[in-house]
């Protein structure tokens, strides 16, 4: 071989090929190029390409960002969220916490896709922008082991000039929903899982210094209260440079196309968009764009036989908020992680057992968060239910701060788990990534749902004329309406018992904590549990005594 041909073919090899240069490509790359990894960064367009996003960053992202090392002077920063629906407007800071900060921001994704693969760049990841990547390369095993590219037509500098093969250990496809690498080795979609849609314009507005990102979750056909109630929900919010990104977004809890036409609603919502935010057609900057949100894991497995899949092309948007760059981020600091390791073991066995703790890894981060997620999205698709959940659960302050709570903490906050794979040591706070208040926020949402949903029912299908049968005694054997009769006496022995099994049930409550800490409590706990049963027993045996259990 000439030394030409072998420093071409060096150019070709690497230790990892990353394909696609957004939030995960970038955050793998960069992250793998500070563990001292040869990555190659393959990118199908010139860097500054618009894509179809929120654009907004949570504090999850932030803290991801942070970690990077990403510059983020200058970028719009916001203060919380700003909720609208069921007729109340509230507002909801970010929490300060030990693992994140109070702010998140918002970035034009042309921008901030831009900055992060000019930092994995700048960190020694070998980035090549204006390559088509056209499939992988696999060995008679079918394991991948490169990918083949050529150059991106209308391009005016590619970075290669003919098609090419690259080749490396370690293949990673972060090209997004289309998810071209996973779809060509057989890893489909899962049609099961929640999959969305999302509408997005720019517009140039005197309230481009709002330091809110607004969320509508409330998406009417028309005029507020006067038109159809659609299944999804519409945000706004500044991206700094005076412009503001407007969008909706819809779920489904399959994978299937919904026959709505969110384009025509997003005209007919801006119609209805308070004047002050400006948003006519002499202020909107670019086209209305849209594209669909893979969610909750909807393509798997993340990693097997050298092919990872990150951010997007894993389904690892939030069905919750339709959040996905924290997600990304995250998953290309995962795998990084993972890779680095791999790279270490001297044997083919030890490398495939380290790699295969990135999908572990990741389900330990996000893998319960998105099975509530699915429940989540099989309510709301439903607008009476979303309707119901906003006009009764934004006035709850304690819950809504709840709500706000969990889209800061579920992303990449530090667990006390022991023998966690390919993560780092816990923080002081314990936050866990899966926010433990998510579940309360799911079961009060069941329980209101049902609880209203119940009643509601009930005043349908129930009859509406008395009858005997309906005034008959019941159960206790007490008449419900005793007559009045000038000497007669209300008998409340029915209640007077079944008040005093409540009393004792909620007293029995608070053995749960108990229980779960049973094992570290030892023979103090156990006295105290034997002391706790025998004071709640004091009463009973007094009322008992007393008659108070005689029926009469």
């Given at each position: 071989?000439t030394q030409?041909?072998?420093?071409?073919?060096?150019?070709?090899?690497?230790?990892?090929?990353?394909?696609?240069?957004?939030?995960a490509?970038s955050?793998?790359?960069?992250?793998m190029?500070?563990?001292?990894?040869?990555?190659?960064?393959?990118?199908?367009?010139?860097l500054?390409?618009?894509?179809?996003?929120?654009?907004?960053?949570?504090?999850?992202?932030?803290?991801?960002?942070?970690?990077?090392?990403?510059?983020t002077?200058?970028?719009?920063?916001n203060?919380?969220?700003?909720?609208?629906?069921?007729?109340?407007?509230l507002?909801?800071?970010?929490?300060?916490?030990?693992?994140?900060?109070?702010?998140?921001?918002?970035?034009?994704?042309?921008?901030?896709?831009?900055?992060?693969?000019?930092?994995?760049?700048?960190?020694?990841?070998?980035?090549?922008?204006?390559?088509t990547?056209?499939?992988?390369v696999?060995?008679?095993?079918?394991?991948?082991t490169?990918?083949?590219?050529?150059?991106?037509?209308?391009?005016?500098?590619?970075?290669?000039e003919?098609?090419?093969?690259?080749?490396?250990?370690?293949?990673?496809?972060?090209?997004?929903?289309?998810?071209?690498l996973?779809t060509?080795?057989?890893?489909?979609?899962?049609?099961?899982?929640?999959?969305?849609?999302?509408?997005?314009a720019?517009?140039?507005?005197?309230?481009a210094?709002?330091?809110?990102?607004e969320?509508?979750?409330?998406?009417?056909?028309?005029?507020?209260?006067?038109?159809?109630?659609l299944?999804?929900?519409?945000?706004?919010?500044?991206?700094?440079?005076?412009?503001?990104?407007?969008?909706?977004?819809?779920?489904?809890?399959?994978?299937?196309?919904?026959?709505?036409d969110?384009?025509?609603?997003?005209?007919?919502?801006?119609?209805?968009?308070?004047?002050?935010w400006?948003?006519?057609?002499?202020?909107?900057?670019?086209?209305?764009?849209?594209?669909?949100l893979?969610?909750?894991?909807?393509?798997?497995?993340?990693?097997?036989?050298?092919?990872?899949l990150?951010?997007?092309?894993?389904?690892?948007?939030?069905?919750f908020?339709?959040?996905?760059?924290?997600?990304?981020?995250?998953?290309g600091?995962?795998?990084?992680?993972?890779?680095?390791?791999?790279?270490?073991?001297?044997?083919?066995?030890?490398?495939?057992?380290?790699?295969?703790?990135?999908?572990k890894?990741?389900?330990?981060?996000?893998?319960?968060?998105y099975?509530?997620?699915?429940?989540f999205?099989?309510?709301?698709e439903?607008?009476?239910?979303?309707?119901?959940?906003?006009?009764y659960?934004?006035?709850?302050?304690?819950?809504?701060k709840?709500?706000?709570?969990?889209?800061?903490?579920?992303?990449?906050a530090?667990?006390?788990r022991?023998?966690?794979?390919?993560?780092?040591?816990?923080?002081?706070?314990?936050?866990?990534?899966?926010?433990?208040?998510?579940?309360?926020?799911?079961?009060?949402?069941?329980?209101l749902?049902?609880?209203?949903?119940?009643?509601?029912?009930?005043?349908?299908?129930?009859?509406?004329?008395?009858?005997?049968?309906?005034?008959?005694?019941?159960?206790?054997?007490?008449?419900?309406?005793?007559?009045?009769?000038?000497?007669?006496?209300?008998?409340?022995?029915?209640?007077?018992?079944?008040?005093?099994?409540?009393?004792?049930?909620?007293?029995?409550?608070?053995?749960?904590?108990?229980?779960?800490?049973?094992?570290r409590?030892?023979f103090?706990?156990?006295?105290?549990?034997?002391?706790?049963?025998?004071l709640?027993?004091?009463?009973?045996?007094?009322?008992?005594r007393?008659?108070?259990?005689?029926?009469?």
């Amino acid at each position: 071989m000439t030394q030409a041909a072998a420093q071409s073919s060096a150019s070709t090899t690497a230790d990892v090929i990353v394909v696609g240069a957004g939030p995960a490509g970038s955050s793998a790359a960069y992250h793998m190029a500070t563990l001292g990894l040869d990555v190659i960064l393959l990118e199908k367009q010139e860097l500054g390409r618009d894509k179809v996003c929120g654009d907004g960053l949570t504090p999850s992202a932030v803290r991801e960002l942070v970690s990077m090392g990403v510059d983020t002077s200058g970028w719009q920063r916001n203060r919380g969220l700003r909720v609208i629906g069921g007729g109340h407007l509230l507002h909801f800071p970010w929490p300060e916490q030990a693992s994140f900060p109070s702010y998140g921001m918002a970035r034009p994704r042309a921008l901030l896709d831009r900055d992060l693969a000019e930092h994995a760049a700048a960190a020694g990841a070998r980035l090549l922008t204006g390559v088509t990547v056209t499939g992988p390369v696999t060995s008679p095993t079918g394991r991948v082991t490169g990918v083949e590219a050529r150059p991106t037509n209308r391009v005016a500098y590619p970075g290669i000039e003919a098609p090419t093969t690259f080749t490396a250990p370690l293949v990673i496809d972060a090209g997004g929903v289309s998810a071209r690498l996973a779809t060509a080795v057989g890893r489909t979609k899962n049609e099961r899982r929640p999959m969305g849609v999302a509408v997005r314009a720019y517009f140039r507005s005197p309230r481009a210094k709002d330091a809110w990102m607004e969320s509508r979750l409330e998406l009417w056909d028309g005029k507020p209260g006067k038109s159809d109630l659609l299944p999804g929900y519409g945000w706004i919010w500044s991206v700094g440079e005076g412009l503001v990104n407007v969008g909706l977004g819809s779920v489904s809890s399959r994978a299937s196309a919904t026959a709505i036409d969110y384009r025509a609603v997003f005209n007919r919502w801006m119609d209805n968009v308070p004047a002050s935010w400006g948003f006519t057609k002499e202020n909107q900057v670019g086209g209305l764009v849209s594209a669909a949100l893979p969610m909750a894991f909807n393509r798997k497995p993340h990693y097997a036989d050298g092919l990872m899949l990150l951010g997007d092309a894993g389904g690892m948007v939030s069905p919750f908020n339709g959040e996905g760059i924290a997600q990304a981020l995250l998953s290309g600091r995962l795998a990084a992680q993972a890779a680095a390791q791999a790279a270490a073991r001297s044997t083919t066995s030890g490398r495939e057992q380290v790699l295969s703790q990135y999908p572990k890894a990741l389900s330990a981060e996000m893998g319960g968060y998105y099975t509530l997620g699915r429940v989540f999205v099989a309510l709301i698709e439903h607008p009476e239910v979303m309707r119901l959940c906003t006009r009764y659960g934004l006035p709850r302050k304690r819950l809504m701060k709840l709500v706000t709570k969990a889209p800061v903490r579920r992303v990449g906050a530090p667990r006390r788990r022991r023998n966690r794979p390919l993560h780092p040591a816990p923080d002081k706070d314990g936050a866990g990534s899966m926010n433990p208040y998510a579940s309360l926020l799911i079961m009060a949402a069941l329980a209101l749902v049902v609880a209203v949903g119940g009643l509601a029912l009930s005043a349908i299908v129930s009859p509406t004329r008395r009858n005997r049968v309906k005034v008959a005694n019941y159960e206790c054997g007490i008449d419900p309406t005793p007559a009045n009769t000038e000497h007669g006496r209300f008998p409340v022995s029915f209640y007077l018992v079944g008040m005093t099994f409540i009393i004792f049930d909620v007293e029995v409550v608070f053995l749960y904590p108990w229980a779960t800490a049973f094992g570290r409590l030892g023979f103090f706990g156990l006295g105290a549990a034997v002391l706790f049963i025998g004071l709640i027993t004091v009463p009973y045996i007094l009322e008992w005594r007393r008659g108070g259990l005689d029926w009469d």
